[in-house]
């Protein structure tokens, strides 16, 4: 099956602690991952997303995430969080059989001044 | 770069009435289009999948008469809401490929059914 899992529902840290989100997912092949964020109400951004090449991979607002095929894992990470990072974060692997977006159940992040 | 719109951005409507979304693909072609649901504090699920110049195909448990969905153009899909009900208010967001690894999300439509 091709699914994403987000094991945090929920995390809180402190403003210019660093962040690491986790997103494992199940594929039989390289997948296409994405991350995305959403703030309340609103539609997705698009962070970065991963297809082959380097494993770790830039994204905007100073976010990185590192592929890692023995953990299928796709990890994002932010060394230093800013007030403005509070949001909910979607990762999502893009389905080869039809091209649409399998999303993990999103984790919500909340930062303390 | 690509945008993806969507209109109403929100609505209103009563329980029994219709109500129509429209996706448009702003600057490029899209012969596939994809319609998620969100409930309020979860993740997005896929409904359909959008076909230009054929039937919709529909997720496990998604009432294809009660979703009804038209890919007029190949940049406009439309989903009908028909016959809403309370348990039918969600955040609907749709999506269209341009190119294997890019999805352009619209920026949602938040449906209240009274």
New interface residues.
Partial sequence: AQSVTQPDIHITVSEGASLELRCNYSYGATP?L?W?VQSP????QLLL?Y?SGDTLVQGIKGFEAEFKRSQSSFNLRKPSVHWSDAAEY?CAL?RDN?????????TRLTVKP | GAVVSQHPSRVICKSGTSVKIECRSLDFQATTMFWYRQFPKQSLMLMATSNEGSKATYEQGVEKDKFLINHASLTLSTLTVTSAHPEDSSFYICSAPAGKDTQYFGPGTRLTVL
Avoid: C
Avoid at chain 1, 41 to 44: P, W
């Fill in positions: 296409y994405f995305y109400g609103q539609g997705l997303k297809f979607f893009l039809n091209n649409d977006m399998r999303f993990g159940a999103g």
